[in-house]
């Protein structure tokens, strides 16, 4: 069975930073593309970065360049986010995503993706 947990999430203060963590078992990603997204009360699950299978290429949200750094550890089956100079407006529901699909690009659209961590709150206060 695969799984994707996502660990990391928090209370913090505006200009502050979390680092986000998601492991995933049951099955090994090497080959494939890794990506973010979150999800604010009331809206769309939006992406917010990607990684391709090597960590060569990676890709952001306008919103969030600059600010967050993707990386992975294909050893460890771990993608990673690190979060700096976090705003109010990044308060949200992160989700790691994983796909099947061998791939040297990066995916940035919801339907790319076909497993789903079950999400870890972020919550940046003002």
């Known amino acids: 069975q695969v799984q994707l947990v996502e660990s990391g999430g928090g209370l913090v203060q505006a200009g502050g930073s979390l680092r986000l963590s998601c492991a995933a078992s049951g099955r090994t990603f090497n080959d494939s593309p890794m990506g973010w997204f979150r999800q604010a009360p009331g809206k769309e699950r939006q992406f917010v970065a990607t990684?391709?299978?090597?960590?060569?290429?990676?890709d952001y949200a306008d919103s969030v360049k600059g600010r967050f750094t993707i990386s992975r550890d294909n050893a460890k089956n771990t993608v990673y986010l690190q979060m700096n100079s976090l705003r109010p407006e990044d308060t949200a529901v992160y989700y790691c995503a994983a796909t099947t699909r061998i791939s040297g690009l990066t995916f940035v659209n919801v339907y790319e993706y076909d497993y789903w961590g079950q999400g870890t709150q972020v919550t940046v206060s003002s």
């Open positions: 990684i391709n299978w090597n960590g060569g290429r990676t």
